[in-house]
């Protein structure tokens, strides 16, 4: 058995890196071969009462995620605070604070690909020299989930954009944290899914599995502007050679990548249409 001071920061990489729901039992199931029961049981107590993890209750099941209950910094800018909290006085400066309420949409902050995709969409705002100019041009956030990547581009300096959800708990819950930041008359939100035909997108963020990244990848590209500016998230490290081929066959030069805990997220531009 390992000494239970271990306990909890195994249970803590169990649930933050992972996009998977855990039950408290789903956690001893996985343990118990490590683990006694008597010192799961002390670890899971520590961690509720010190709050980094709290339940919440879905369709008569009870999971355990992290808690959301203080102002996290999430990229060298960008820092999430829960709806009812205050952000610290001393906050350096440039800092920007996205207001959210942790809900049962992906995107609280604490999964890696969502840290990736901040941090890709910080980069695109913050060095327009090397990744062209986007404020003023409208951005498209595909399965937006808590809405926080578009967040995250308006208060950057982007001026208008269009936030796509199939889930009406993820439309419903980005609607609230968008008024949250008051932005509702810089952002739309809409359950249908994205066709292209009428007007295009010089930004586009996905924080998606390769799957359905790779499945609207014709999507994108046809309803995107000539040098859009897209951030792809949501991927295995070893899925992203296979991403990049797959939108390098349709234009895309891949021109950032960033990696953690096994996951990546790209900075892609799409090349003029060749005539």
């Given at each position: 058995?390992?000494?239970?001071?271990?306990?909890?920061?195994?249970?803590?990489?169990?649930?933050?890196?992972?996009?998977?729901?855990?039950?408290?039992?789903?956690?001893?199931?996985?343990?118990?071969?490590?683990?006694?029961?008597?010192?799961?049981?002390?670890?899971?107590?520590?961690?509720?009462?010190?709050?980094?993890?709290?339940?919440?209750?879905?369709?008569?099941?009870?999971?355990?995620?992290?808690?959301?209950?203080?102002?996290?910094?999430?990229?060298?800018?960008?820092?999430?605070?829960?709806?009812?909290?205050?952000?610290?006085?001393?906050?350096?400066?440039?800092?920007?604070?996205?207001?959210?309420?942790?809900?049962?949409?992906?995107?609280?902050?604490?999964?890696?690909?969502?840290?990736?995709?901040?941090?890709?969409?910080?980069?695109?705002?913050?060095?327009?020299?090397?990744?062209?100019?986007?404020?003023?041009?409208?951005?498209?956030?595909?399965?937006?989930?808590?809405?926080?990547?578009?967040?995250?581009?308006?208060l950057?300096g982007?001026?208008k954009?269009?936030?796509?959800?199939?889930?009406?708990?993820?439309?419903?819950?980005?609607r609230?944290?968008?008024?949250?930041?008051?932005?509702?008359?810089?952002?739309?939100?809409?359950?249908?899914?994205?066709?292209p035909?009428?007007?295009?997108?010089?930004?586009?963020?996905?924080?998606?599995?390769?799957?359905?990244?790779?499945g609207?990848?014709?999507?994108?590209?046809?309803?995107?502007?000539?040098n859009?500016?897209?951030?792809?998230?949501?991927?295995?490290?070893?899925?992203?050679?296979?991403?990049?081929?797959?939108?390098?066959?349709?234009?895309?030069?891949?021109?950032?990548?960033?990696?953690?805990?096994?996951?990546?997220?790209?900075?892609?531009?799409?090349?003029?249409?060749?005539r």
């Amino acid at each position: 058995m390992k000494p239970s001071n271990d306990i909890e920061s195994v249970i803590l990489d169990m649930i933050t890196r992972t996009t998977r729901r855990y039950s408290r039992s789903d956690v001893v199931r996985e343990l118990i071969g490590t683990f006694t029961k008597a010192d799961l049981k002390k670890a899971f107590d520590s961690l509720i009462s010190l709050q980094e993890l709290e339940y919440i209750y879905e369709y008569g099941q009870s999971y355990l995620v992290p808690a959301f209950n203080k102002p996290v910094r999430i990229s060298e800018h960008i820092r999430l605070v829960p709806f009812n909290c205050s952000p610290p006085r001393n906050s350096e400066g440039g800092t920007i604070d996205i207001r959210l309420e942790n809900g049962s949409a992906f995107g609280s902050g604490r999964h890696p690909s969502t840290q990736l995709a901040l941090s890709c969409v910080e980069k695109v705002f913050r060095y327009p020299d090397k990744y062209g100019p986007i404020p003023g041009e409208q951005i498209l956030d595909i399965g937006t989930g808590s809405g926080v990547l578009v967040i995250a581009a308006i208060l950057l300096g982007a001026k208008k954009a269009r936030a796509i959800d199939l889930d009406p708990c993820a439309v419903a819950e980005a609607r609230h944290n968008i008024e949250l930041n008051h932005m509702e008359n810089k952002i739309r939100v809409s359950g249908k899914p994205f066709e292209p035909g009428g007007e295009k997108y010089a930004m586009v963020l996905a924080n998606l599995r390769l799957p359905s990244l790779t499945g609207i990848s014709t999507i994108i590209t046809s309803g995107s502007t000539d040098n859009a500016i897209a951030v792809f998230s949501g991927i295995k490290k070893e899925e992203v050679n296979s991403l990049k081929t797959t939108y390098a066959r349709l234009g895309w030069e891949n021109l950032h990548q960033e990696d953690s805990l096994g996951w990546s997220a790209i900075i892609a531009k799409k090349g003029p249409k060749k005539r």
